[in-house]
């Protein structure tokens, strides 16, 4: 499977700021989603990321709150913007392998806590 | 769009005993169905997968059966051991379709095993 990494792994930031998380695969990859899990949830997806075009948003969440960049296939950036302490969450990226393979792999998340 | 239950939300073995976690989902058009094993504080693993072309696959003592008329799934753990405690969560996607692949999750499970 690919490897996947994030940066940063965690961050405490003041409500009003934006945070940028990136991920990165070392391979290409067809599809690369980005997930919330706030704490003792399940994971809730939050926008596919298109390589080339505007990402795909799930119900309940907006590119101003959250826009996301793949400027090609194996990097994307999340930026979670105008914070508040309810976005305290872990954020993951997954990451779907090129090929007929159905399988997500998931990166080792950012833990962002808002103060 | 597509709705995961889970249930047990907590389960409690003892060493050796076997262990299973029901989900269903609700869109018909689903056709991939993985699990997922999260230790506190690690990223979603993934450990064993099912296809609706399939009936049941087993990996060594995990196994995992769908029955596409009732749009329920089920993991089966034999011979548990301590460090199978986690939290586990089944997902269910329409890969080939036009949303890519994107999963939506149930609720969790967390499995403790005691020695």
């Known amino acids: 499977s690919a490897v996947i990494s994030q940066k940063p792994s965690r961050d405490i930031c003041q409500r009003g700021t934006s945070l940028t998380i990136q991920c990165q695969v070392d391979?290409?990859?067809?599809?690369m989603f980005w997930y919330r899990q706030q704490p003792g949830q399940s994971l809730t997806l939050i926008a596919t990321?298109?390589?080339?075009?505007?990402?795909?948003?799930e119900s309940g969440f907006v590119i101003d709150k959250f826009p996301i960049s793949r400027p090609n296939l194996t990097f994307s950036t999340l930026t979670v913007s105008n914070m508040s302490p309810e976005d305290s969450s872990i954020y993951l990226c997954s990451v779907r392998s090129r090929g007929s393979g159905y399988e997500q792999y998931f990166g080792p998340g950012t833990r962002l806590t808002v103060t | 769009g597509e709705n995961v239950e889970q249930h047990p939300s907590t389960l409690s073995v003892q060493e050796g005993d076997s262990a299973v976690i029901k989900c269903t989902y609700s869109?018909?058009?689903?056709?991939?169905f993985p699990w997922y094993k999260q230790e506190l504080g690690k990223r979603p693993q993934l450990i064993i997968d099912?296809?609706?072309?399939?009936g049941e696959k087993k990996d060594q003592r995990i196994a995992v059966t769908l029955n596409k008329t009732a749009k329920h799934f089920s993991l089966h753990i034999t011979e548990t051991q301590p460090e199978d405690s986690a939290v586990y969560f089944c997902?269910?996607?329409?890969?080939?379709?036009?949303?890519?692949?994107?999963?939506?999750f149930g609720q969790g499970t967390i499995l403790t095993v005691h020695p």
């Open positions: 099912i296809r609706s072309n399939v």
């Open positions: 990321a298109n390589q080339g075009s505007e990402a795909t948003y």
């Open positions: 997902a269910a996607s329409n890969a080939g379709g036009t949303s890519y692949g994107k999963l939506t």
């Open positions: 391979s290409q990859v067809t599809m």
């Open positions: 869109d018909s058009a689903s056709n991939y």
